[in-house]
């Protein structure tokens, strides 16, 4: 039996401008926009640009 190994990578991708609303919605809206960042399939997509309308709601 092969043992398989996990890893973790944690990458800094930046942070919004102000530590306010306004600028955190612009900072995520980005963000979640970035197909660099979020590299899926066109229904992940969808469902992950239906979340950041969710999230920019508040």
């Avoid at 609303?21 to 660099?36: E, G, H, N, T, W």
């Avoid at 992950?48 to 508040?58: E, H, K, N």
């Amino acid at each position: 039996m092969v043992k398989s190994k996990l890893g973790v990578l944690l990458v800094n991708l930046g942070t919004p401008d102000t530590p306010t609303v306004p600028a955190i919605k612009c900072y995520l809206k980005q963000f979640f926009s970035d197909r660099r960042v979020i590299d899926t399939t066109p229904y992940f997509r969808v469902a992950t640009f239906s979340a950041q309308r969710f999230t920019l709601l508040f």
